[in-house]
């Protein structure tokens, strides 16, 4: 293996060990993806951070020994940000940069440079046994599901981070609508949503909004339209799922067609054990007229109606709380109901990778969860 060969698996490697790792294949799409994402420069730069921000003079000190001059890796490591491959912070005039996981992360950063080859080598990596481990034995997820707002009553007292009003009425940044990656994939590849014909429907707030606004990405629009396609979003049934943080930095609006996260949730005997959420949706038999329409609605199939009762039984196991079979109902018969226990999120991004590094599973815990899946428990 030659050196500009060796520079990205020793970035892949490198990756890997981080708070969500970036495992190896036998097929080698995690190298191709590299490759796209990074010059043998950049690769050998990247190796330099990590998960937590790091200040440039911090990088430049080990880094130095690459040859370049502080100007040079400060240009490169900018460029980096504005290709979506590493992230970037500035507090109060002092910069940070830090490594970025695969998802989500340095996938969703192409969403304005597709190309085919580049979704062929995505879906190889992610259908992966390896990525899909890495992925679902985190602690925590890195997304969470809120409910839309017109499922929520008076009564939950729900938190300003679980509804979406408040996370655009509160923000104190830019805002910006970008193109739904997953939606723009699967129209590419000839299988349009069937939810939604809008691709611009995921927001972006606080230091994600202000990288993209850096890197030219997506557009910056105020509070009254992001309020409107947050309407939008809803009336067509899609699934938010933020950041899971109680600063919340991106909020997706998702669909069971196209979503990874949700065809992923579809596929599991038992998701919830998987997901992060503070509701789930239960049904009222004297009020229900069997109609359907929550079934109709539901994007995981958690919602399936009873052949004998014609009566919606809500699957448990299944139910992310996204409410939006309560939105539909027109007889009020399905509502959501809060956990007994409310999970609260780490306060942002750094505080939730912190907690998911401490926790980050053994090789030997995935080999557990491994069967868990393939039993089904």
């Known amino acids: 293996m030659d050196k500009k060969e060796q520079v990205y698996r020793d970035l892949q490697k490198h990756l890997d060990k981080q708070a969500v790792g970036y495992p190896s294949t036998k097929t080698g799409a995690e190298i191709r993806l ?23 003079e911090e990088i430049y000190e080990t880094a130095k020994g690459t040859g370049n001059s502080f100007d040079d890796m400060l240009n490169m490591l900018d460029r980096m940000a504005k290709n979506g491959v590493i992230g970037h912070i500035e507090k109060e005039g002092t910069r940070y940069f830090y490594t970025l996981p ?3 992360g340095m996938f969703e950063g192409q969403i304005y440079k597709l190309t085919p080859e580049f979704i062929a080598d995505v879906r190889e990596y992610i259908s992966d046994k390896a990525f899909g481990l890495e ?12 409910p839309v707002g017109k499922s929520i009553r008076q009564e939950h007292h729900i938190a300003t981070y679980d509804q979406l009003t ?11 609508i970008n193109e739904c990656i997953c ?6 590849s000839g299988n349009p949503c069937q939810k939604t014909s809008r691709l ?20 910056v629009i105020g509070k009254e339209e992001a309020r409107d396609i947050a309407g939008q979003n809803e009336f067509e049934g899609l699934v938010l799922q933020p950041s899971n943080t109680r600063k919340v930095e991106f909020v997706c609006a998702c669909c069971g067609c196209c979503c990874g996260m949700l065809r992923v949730h579809k596929i599991l005997a038992k998701p919830l054990s998987f997901w992060s959420t503070n509701y789930y949706a239960t049904v009222s038999p004297g009020d229900c007229t069997g109609c359907g329409a929550c079934a109709d609605r539901c994007q995981v199939h958690a919602v399936r109606t009873n052949k004998s009762s014609g009566i919606p039984d809500v699957n448990r196991d299944r139910c992310i709380g996204c409410g939006n079979c309560v939105s ?8 959501l109901v809060k956990n007994g226990e409310e999970t609260i999120p780490p306060a942002d991004s750094e505080d939730l990778y912190d907690t998911i590094m401490a926790n980050k599973k ?14 089904k428990k």
Do not use: W
Request: hydrophobic share 45%; glycine share 6%.
């Open 34 to 56: 590299l490759k796209r994402f990074f010059t043998p420069d950049e690769a050998l730069l990247a190796i330099h951070l990590n998960y937590k921000p790091k200040v440039v």
């Open 102 to 104: 695969f998802v989500v």
């Open 135 to 146: 992925f679902l034995s985190t602690e925590l997820p890195q997304m969470r599901t809120i």
């Open 166 to 176: 408040n996370i655009i009425n509160e923000t104190d940044g830019p805002i910006v």
């Open 183 to 188: 939606r723009k994939m699967a129209a590419m």
């Open 200 to 219: 611009e429907t995921c927001m972006a707030f606080g230091n994600i909004a202000k990288n993209c606004v850096r890197a030219g990405m997506g557009r």
């Open 328 to 335: 539909s109902c027109p007889s009020g018969a399905i509502y």
């Open 362 to 375: 053994t090789t030997l815990r995935k080999i557990r969860l491994a069967a868990r899946l393939i039993l």
